[in-house]
């Protein structure tokens, strides 16, 4: 018998979502399966249900819920010989892009039941992990806006980024170490992706690869008004490289220090996040998770 656990964040998307037993057990025939559903109510609830499932000798654990559920999930899970899977049900869902799972349930089961399994990389930063995407800077404050507005849709992500716009600030200088070369800088944004995809196919890395044992990494140093909406309009085009202020870098290791402060505003796959560090070392974790896609 195959032991799967769906740990499903019931509030993500529109929060209407019709996972449970009964329409599960549609799809999956109780004589080569047991199913348990577990349903998450609070922020880190994921982890915990996660680590249960682990305990009771789970086969496979699937995140059903947007990018920040699949982290809280896939962290338990990660150098261990359980099978991860995802049904995206969030509103960016870049990781499921990249791995062109479907946000049709029912086709994301008909993967599951497949079971075709990939090993793909994790990214790593002061022992937290990130499987799409991490930021310091814009991201992190259209992030935090958008969960501000408790509205999970495209046009929340709209208003989020214009009142980010608004409010930018270039407050604290950074060091920043990469690939032996050194920067100094105010940044708009330092971006570490592991995949391709950032969200409502908008992406910033479109060469990020979840398996070829590299952090993609974009730095943007200061804009003006200007330069920020033109980077923002460049960037539904995939043409923000253009600007002369934003560098692309691959990478397996990026180290960032500031002394002004000794925490930072960031976004880790998708959700806001203080970091109470005053440096931050970023690496790869080279096919450390096991995942059905």
Same mark, same amino acid.
């Given at each position: =018998?195959i032991?799967?656990?769906?740990? @499903?964040?019931?509030?993500?998307?529109?929060?209407d979502?019709k996972?449970? #037993?009964k329409?599960l057990? $549609?799809?999956?025939?109780?004589?080569?399966?047991?199913?348990?559903v577990?349903?998450?109510?609070?922020?880190?609830?994921?982890?915990?249900?996660?680590?249960?499932?682990?305990k009771?000798?789970?086969h496979? %654990?699937v995140?059903?819920?947007?990018?920040? +559920? !699949?982290?809280?999930?896939?962290?338990?899970?990660?150098d261990?010989s359980?099978?991860?899977?995802?049904?995206?049900?969030?509103s960016?869902?870049? /990781?499921a892009?990249?791995?062109?799972i479907?946000k049709? *349930?029912?086709?994301? #089961?008909?993967i *599951?039941?497949k079971?075709?399994v990939?090993?793909?990389? @994790?990214?790593?930063?002061? &022992?937290?992990y990130?499987?799409?995407n991490?930021?310091?800077?814009f991201d992190a =404050?259209v992030?935090?806006?958008?969960?501000?507005?408790n509205?999970?849709?495209?046009?929340?992500?709209?208003?989020?980024? /214009?009142?980010?716009?608004?409010?930018?600030?270039?407050d604290?200088?950074y060091?920043? +170490? %990469?690939?032996?070369?050194?920067? @100094? /800088?105010?940044?708009? =944004? %330092?971006?570490?992706?592991?995949s &391709?995809?950032?969200?409502?196919?908008?992406?910033l890395?479109?060469?990020?690869s979840l398996?070829d044992?590299?952090?993609?990494?974009l730095?943007?140093?200061?804009? &003006?008004?200007?330069?920020?909406?033109?980077f923002?309009?460049? =960037?539904?085009?995939?043409?923000?490289?253009?600007l002369?202020?934003?560098?692309?870098?691959? +990478?397996?290791?990026?180290? !960032?220090?500031?002394?002004?402060?000794n925490?930072?505003?960031?976004?880790?796959d998708?959700?806001?996040r !203080? @970091?109470n560090?005053?440096?931050?070392?970023f690496? %790869?974790?080279e096919?450390t998770? $096991?995942?059905?896609?």
């Amino acid at each position: =018998m195959i032991h799967i656990h769906f740990i @499903v964040n019931p509030i993500a998307g529109s929060g209407d979502n019709k996972i449970n #037993i009964k329409f599960l057990q $549609r799809y999956f025939s109780k004589d080569t399966y047991v199913l348990v559903v577990k349903h998450s109510v609070y922020k880190k609830h994921a982890v915990e249900l996660t680590k249960e499932s682990i305990k009771e000798k789970a086969h496979v %654990i699937v995140a059903c819920g947007g990018d920040g +559920t !699949i982290n809280e999930v896939a962290s338990c899970i990660i150098d261990t010989s359980i099978l991860f899977g995802v049904i995206p049900l969030g509103s960016g869902n870049g /990781l499921a892009s990249n791995l062109k799972i479907s946000k049709n *349930i029912e086709q994301a #089961i008909s993967i *599951i039941k497949k079971q075709d399994v990939k090993t793909i990389d @994790v990214g790593s930063f002061n &022992n937290n992990y990130f499987f799409s995407n991490s930021g310091i800077g814009f991201d992190a =404050m259209v992030i935090k806006n958008y969960e501000e507005s408790n509205n999970r849709k495209l046009l929340s992500y709209i208003k989020a980024t /214009l009142k980010s716009l608004k409010d930018i600030k270039y407050d604290n200088e950074y060091n920043i +170490t %990469i690939n032996e070369e050194n920067l @100094v /800088l105010k940044p708009f =944004m %330092i971006f570490v992706s592991n995949s &391709n995809v950032l969200g409502y196919k908008v992406s910033l890395t479109p060469k990020a690869s979840l398996q070829d044992g590299l952090l993609d990494v974009l730095i943007v140093s200061k804009l &003006n008004f200007f330069k920020v909406v033109l980077f923002c309009l460049l =960037m539904l085009f995939k043409k923000h490289y253009l600007l002369k202020e934003v560098k692309s870098y691959q +990478t397996k290791n990026l180290s !960032i220090y500031q002394k002004e402060s000794n925490h930072y505003d960031m976004q880790i796959d998708g959700e806001h996040r !203080i @970091v109470n560090h005053s440096k931050i070392e970023f690496s %790869i974790k080279e096919k450390t998770l $096991r995942i059905i896609s």
